[in-house]
């Protein structure tokens, strides 16, 4: 069984940065991990994911250029560096490990992943 918990959600203004963090019990070292955000009244979609060596790394284009992601096998922590963050932003941010394991390439489709947090609350307003 694995739970990821994640940290490090909040209000900030426009053009801010946060860094939220995906801490796992129960191994990950395996599996691509993603990030997730769900707004009132929309869907869940994929904002990034990470493939299990790191080697590949996927965004929404909307965050391209602003997010990293990135992962520490050695702690089982994902981490989601957020930079310039603008309002549209605003949602509960979600982490998530893949169904399946060692694959090289990760996906942002929700359906490939089986573990999820509860989420942190992120808050972008002037």
């Known amino acids: 069984q694995v739970q990821l918990a994640e940290s490090g959600g909040g209000l900030v203004q426009p053009g801010d940065s946060l860094r939220l963090s995906c801490a796992a019990s129960?191994?990950?070292?395996?599996?691509?991990m993603g990030w997730f955000r769900q707004a009132p009244g929309t869907e869940r979609e994929g904002v990034s994911c990470?493939?299990?060596?790191?080697?590949?790394?996927n965004y929404l284009d909307s965050v391209k250029g602003r997010f990293t992601i990135s992962r520490d096998n050695a702690t089982n922590t994902v981490y989601l560096q957020m930079n310039s963050l603008k309002p549209e932003d605003t949602g509960i941010y979600h982490c998530?490990?893949?169904?399946?394991?060692?694959?090289?390439?990760?996906?942002?489709?929700?359906?490939?992943?089986?573990?999820w947090g509860q989420g942190t609350q992120v808050t972008v307003s002037s």
């Open positions: 998530a490990r893949s169904l399946a394991s060692f694959q090289a390439m990760c996906l942002m489709l929700p359906i490939e992943y089986d573990y």
């Open positions: 129960g191994g990950i070292s395996g599996y691509s």
């Open positions: 990470i493939s299990s060596t790191g080697g590949n790394t």
